[in-house]
């Protein structure tokens, strides 16, 4: 279930979602020294989802991480469990403990240990992809209406880097190259030749984590935007805050942080939001 909105369950609806997942599954693989198996339900791999996984699994080394599809529909926590513990799956639940959401239920063990220091991965693709000298990568479409920048902070955001040099390569659905709107893989190989990635909390932030060291990473956002544990571990581990905006300041961040981590705090701003009926929450986490 969702640990942020009341009833949701959570199925990977995001691109950012399914490529932390298999992250996060190859990062325990890698600490543990064992194959891990991440189970999915039918609504986990509804429409487009299912292509998805297998593409974002294939740019990671082989062995380390499999995926497997089960033909059940998961109506929550317990009874996906279940089903996993009648066909003989011991499955473990897991939480971020590190920045748990509003919403967090008891769980088994602690996975953001796991995400701090990565294994980097060398992603490579068959097709033919040009890129500039001297490039960045950047993505600014988030789904998240909440996690965008105006047009207008990512104009002064790209032209920064334009002034010292760099062309911007976008990867994602804004990009104006084929390749790089419609292959996974493509996108990954240019994230990985580019000097910075430059991003919002959205899907190929979760790439670039697998493939940059973080001080190569610029995550942008805002007092005002929404910040998920995602945004809070990415500068936990090295990434750069708004590295060409100055939208932030230090004790700005302070306040963000203390707000996410008193649950009891922001319990109540969910209760009076709620009463003032400007509640709202994200479709996915
Ligand atoms: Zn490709």
Not at 20 to 42: C, F
Not at 146 to 174: C, F, K, M, P, T
Not at 251 to 274: A, D
């Amino acid at each position: 279930m969702s640990t942020r909105s009341p009833g949701l369950r959570y199925t990977a609806q995001g691109l950012g979602d399914r490529i932390h997942l298999i992250s996060l599954s190859y990062e325990i693989s890698r600490s543990k020294g064992e194959e891990v198996t991440l189970h999915l339900a039918k609504n986990h791999v509804d429409g487009r989802k299912k292509t998805s996984f297998l593409e974002i699994l294939a740019l990671f080394p082989k062995d380390f991480v499999e995926v497997r599809f089960h033909d059940y529909e998961a109506k929550g926590e317990s009874d996906w469990r279940n089903y996993l513990k009648s066909i003989g799956v011991d499955a473990q639940s897991f939480a971020y403990r590190d920045y748990p959401g509003w919403l967090e239920a008891p769980s088994d063990f602690d996975v953001s240990p796991y995400l701090l220091d990565r294994h980097l991965i060398t992603p490579s693709c068959s097709h033919f992809l040009e890129l500039p000298e001297k490039f960045i990568t950047a993505q600014w479409d988030s789904s998240g209406i909440d996690r965008q920048l105006s047009e207008i902070a990512i104009g002064h955001i790209e032209n920064r880097y334009q002034n010292n040099g760099y062309q911007i390569v976008h990867v994602g659905g804004q990009s104006k190259d084929q390749m790089l709107r419609e292959c996974l893989g493509c996108s990954a190989v240019a994230i990985y030749k580019s000097t910075f990635f430059a991003g919002v909390d959205s899907g190929y932030l979760h790439l670039a984590l697998q493939i940059k060291e973080p001080p190569q990473i610029h995550f942008y956002s805002e007092r005002n935007r929404y910040w998920s544990h995602h945004a809070f571990r990415t500068i936990k581990m090295g990434c750069v805050l708004n590295y060409n905006s100055d939208n932030l300041n230090w004790f700005e961040f302070v306040y963000l942080k203390l707000r996410y981590n008193s649950p009891r705090l922001l319990k109540l701003v969910h209760l009076v939001k709620k009463l003032v009926g400007v509640e709202k929450h994200e479709t996915h986490d």
